[in-house]
């Protein structure tokens, strides 16, 4: 077994906490190298509230104001950030991985090694800890989880089972160890054990229905425990007395400061921030541009952090027409106006797409000169492939007009804005295209029969391989694409280097390829945007730009 200890360029100044007494870090395998200095630059002004008192105070509830509703609180199950919001809070992982430097450090797991080949992963387990019904963390556990996201839980956890790609099985020799097996490398999996996806929950969570867990069936070791959760309106979390198990991330060891998180669904930005600055809210998410001076003007701060991962894009279905043509697919590459986006409907917090990961994403390879913005080009593409302007100014070509329909739900609040200014500029290049709402359940639908043309999602995560996640055949593949010689191999290989230099030359040649076959059409860079009140401190973002309440604690009186 390798056990290998890796130093990393230093963190972001302009994110740096309080000193705080270190702990003992792991080794970490030279498979799960991340590029420190890239999820440093994730952080910036503003990626930690906290101005005024320096002390905190227990006690108090906090009420925050979702933009969109949960999928439900199964942190396995889960995707979106609002229900991450509530389902981080619940269940702790594996590791942690640092969110300044990109370290994976302990958290459940005290310390861990690594075979050479990838294949074998020992996680010692942390004396003492319990889960929300009081019974203690074992191996048991560990097995039981990943057995459940790999088997039947998978259908509805296909993010978690992606991470356990290859897994056989794990083995137990005694409660406090556990040794995850894969019957082929896995150079992602340590920083896998590191995402809300992998939460260990209780052995006797893992045999719920996956149904009743997302209702609120799940019992984790979180800092919080679940009250109530209510589909379509909300969640209530406590306070977990006797937490002691934080990550070295986290300002204070202990429990959590705050007694309760209400967390209420409010789509409307304006509702939010206006509820926010008459006192109605502690905290809202997705603060949109015209909501900054009505939170800042009230005393008010608001938080970002980008994300990591996939950017929002627009995947092709492939095997339908128009987007059957590779010339099509070109095209719209050239015809957005992706720096328009940003500023006329986001922020400076977000960023242009220039690739298809997020410029804070390991691996990242900067790709925006095949991204430029180039309207000209894209007619001149459009023509030689037959599309010619009509007497609207829509193409066409054998009778059929060059009509395309993106389905999306409003799951970030700046979506329909985003995506009506993207048919507009590609109106100008003789594309219709038009917006088809869906909800989360209905996307869903559409997913699994392929009825749609452009799927518009983004996927967050600090680790490269979200692109196998997201392109390969075998896996998500939106594109409905068949296998190929090229994306395919490129995602298998990388998953198998140890070396983080060659794992990362084969994700710059996988970015490449995913753009030459116009099988994603980047948009814009996510960046969360919390709105807090003055009275609000502590609450930070992880690695993945996921909200943490741990530290999060509320002045009184």
């Known amino acids: 077994m390798v056990r290998t200890r890796h130093h990393r360029p230093a963190p972001n100044p302009k994110a740096q906490r309080p000193a705080r007494p270190a702990r003992t870090a792991p080794a970490l395998a030279a498979a799960a190298l991340a590029a420190a200095a890239l999820l440093a630059a994730c952080a910036g002004p503003g990626t930690a509230s906290g101005t005024g008192p320096t002390e905190p105070a227990s006690g108090g509830t906090l009420r925050f104001a979702l933009g969109a509703a949960p999928q439900g609180v199964d942190p396995q199950q889960v995707g979106t950030n609002v229900s991450i919001y509530v389902a981080r809070q619940l269940a702790d992982s594996l590791t942690d991985q640092d969110p300044e430097t990109g370290e994976i450090e302990p958290w459940l797991a005290e310390s861990w090694d690594v075979s050479a080949d990838l294949t074998r992963f020992t996680f010692r387990l942390r004396d003492g800890v319990t889960f929300s019904d009081g019974s203690p963390l074992t191996a048991d556990d560990v097995r039981a989880s990943l057995d459940a996201v790999a088997g039947d839980l998978g259908a509805t956890a296909p993010l978690a089972a992606s991470y356990l790609a290859g897994y056989e099985k794990t083995e137990v020799p005694?409660?406090?160890?556990?040794?995850?097996?894969?019957?082929?490398?896995?150079?992602?999996?340590l920083q896998a054990t590191s995402t809300v996806s992998l939460a260990i929950l209780s052995a006797e969570t893992a045999r719920t229905d996956p149904a009743e867990r997302l209702q609120g069936g799940i019992v984790g070791s979180g800092p919080f425990v679940l009250e109530s959760y209510t589909q379509?309106?909300?969640?209530?979390?406590?306070?977990?007395?006797?937490?002691?198990?934080?990550?070295?991330?986290a300002e204070h060891e202990g429990a959590a400061y705050l007694d309760r998180i209400e967390f209420s669904v409010v789509p409307e930005s304006g509702v939010r921030s206006g509820g926010l600055a008459s006192d109605q809210f502690d905290a809202v998410g997705d603060v949109l541009p015209q909501d900054v001076p009505q939170v800042e003007g009230s005393g008010g701060e608001v938080l970002t952090r980008a994300n990591p991962g996939v950017p929002f894009v627009l995947q092709p279905n492939v095997t339908r027409p128009p987007l059957d043509d590779p010339d099509v697919r070109h095209a719209l590459l050239l015809a957005i106006d992706r720096q328009e986006l940003v500023d006329t409907v986001l922020s400076d917090a977000f960023e242009p797409a220039t690739s298809v990961l997020a410029s804070t994403t390991p691996g990242y390879a900067d790709l925006s000169d095949r991204l430029a913005f180039d309207p000209a080009e894209a007619g001149a593409v459009l023509d030689a492939a037959g599309w010619l302007p009509g007497p609207d100014g829509i193409r066409g070509k054998d009778g059929e007009p060059l009509a395309i329909e993106v389905t999306y739900t409003p799951v970030f609040t700046g979506s329909t804005a985003v995506l009506e200014l993207a048919a507009q500029q590609l109106r100008a290049v003789g594309v219709e295209l038009t917006l088809r709402q869906l909800t989360a359940a209905e996307q869903s639908t559409a997913q699994d029969s392929g009825d749609y043309d452009l799927y518009y999602y983004n996927v967050t995560r600090a680790d490269a391989d979200i692109l196998r996640t997201q392109f390969a055949t075998a896996q998500r593949n939106l594109s409905l694409r068949e296998p190929d010689?090229?994306?395919?191999?490129?995602?298998?290989?990388?998953?198998?280097?140890?070396d983080p230099a060659a794992r990362d030359a084969l994700v710059?040649?996988?970015?490449?390829?995913?753009?030459?076959?116009?099988?994603?059409?980047?948009l814009f860079e996510l960046a969360q945007s919390i709105g807090v009140g003055g009275h609000v401190h502590g609450v930070a973002f992880d690695a993945s730009s996921r909200l943490l309440f741990h530290d999060a604690w509320i002045e009184q009186g």
């Open 174 to 189: 005694d409660e406090r160890t556990a040794t995850v097996v894969f019957d082929e490398p896995n150079a992602q999996f």
């Open 232 to 249: 379509d309106q909300g969640a209530v979390v406590t306070r977990r007395e006797g937490y002691d198990w934080a990550p070295a991330s």
């Open 485 to 498: 010689d090229v994306v395919d191999p490129l995602l298998d290989d990388q998953l198998g280097e140890a």
């Open 508 to 522: 710059a040649d996988a970015q490449e390829e995913i753009l030459d076959q116009g099988l994603a059409v980047p």
